[in-house]
């Protein structure tokens, strides 16, 4: 029984180039939705800055979504595309993300407090470095995994049937 829902769930109808396209389409979708959670959530927080309540069910996506990622590919091995997992990109890739959450309290400070530039800066700017600084220490824990990971990957025998068990 097990073994004909098994055959049954486990076998494709498509060829080499449709299971491409496929997956393709598949990534894109994953990516988009990230994305959009994202910027939904940054939009619902600098409009409602008050209201937390609204918010919930997109951060528990996005996290969700997040750390599949994350496991997934620290899993097989498989840090990004283009960047490589060192210091100086973990460094620009966590400046480019305390900026996000730095503009959003600068924006939601600023909203309640329209008359005091220089705290709604200091704000901004104190999320700016908390943020960047706690996203390079995850990425740099992150990294170190991978390249754990990759060794031991590296050091398993070369069989694809063992890889998948």
Known sequence: MMTKIKTKF????????????LLRIERNGCWLAFWGLLVAL???RV??????????GEMVVLLVLAVYLTVACMREGVWDR???PDAKTNAVV???AGLVPGFVMF???YGNFP????GCIAAGA???????????????????????RVAELEAEPDNEEYRLR
Do not use: H, W
């Open 94 to 96: 966590s400046c480019i």
């Open 115 to 118: 008359d005091k530039i220089v």
């Open 107 to 109: 924006m939601q400070v």
């Open 10 to 21: 486990t076998n494709s109808y498509l060829d080499e180039c449709q299971e491409q396209t």
């Open 42 to 44: 940054i939009v619902q």
């Open 126 to 148: 104190f999320v700016t470095l908390m943020a960047g600084g706690l996203c390079f220490a995850v990425l740099s824990i992150l990294a170190a995994a991978y390249r754990k």
């Open 47 to 56: 409009a409602y800055p008050a209201d937390y309540d609204i918010t919930k």
């Open 82 to 84: 283009r960047l490589r």
